[in-house]
């Protein structure tokens, strides 16, 4: 499917603030703030996806990161891995701020240092995929 993107400047301002937010989970972590770390993780990936769809002049609206993942796959393809990143990162979406998610304790009392990292490194693979795909659409745009 040929892509002509509509709006750059759109794009690079989502990619920017899902670059910011990925940067924040890192201090997350350091202060043990493991279920923020979880839910950044999942707004990095959404931002980071929602502002291709925007760049490219389509609806981006809602919090289902799957969903959002198939539309950008329809211009960049998809992969296992990115697949495996969408779906661990969208578990944590409401658990990780809702004190009423876990049958008892709270949020910040479920998540450990390693769901934060490996939710950073999900985070960062499907911000590396949007801005692959971005490099190679621009290069024929």
Not at 76 to 85: K, L, M, Q, V
Request: hydrophobic fraction near 40%; proline fraction near 4%; charged fraction near 30%.
């Amino acid at each position: 499917m040929g892509l002509k993107m509509y709006d750059w400047d759109e794009y690079e301002r989502w990619i920017k603030q899902a670059k910011h937010t990925f940067n924040a989970i890192k201090a997350d972590i350091q202060f043990k703030n493991y279920s923020w770390a979880c839910f950044k993780a999942h707004q990095a990936a959404e931002y980071a996806l929602k502002g291709f769809l925007r760049g490219a002049g389509q609806p981006a609206f809602g919090h289902d990161l799957r969903a959002l993942t198939m539309e950008v796959a329809k211009y960049c393809g998809s992969s296992r891995d990115i697949t495996e990143a969408v779906l661990a990162l969208s578990k944590f979406y409401i658990p990780s701020r809702y004190p009423d998610a876990f049958p008892g304790g709270a949020p910040y009392e479920f998540y450990t240092q390693k769901d934060a990292e490996e939710a950073l490194a999900y985070a960062r693979k499907i911000i590396d995929w949007v801005e692959a795909c971005v490099k190679r659409l621009r290069k024929i745009d």
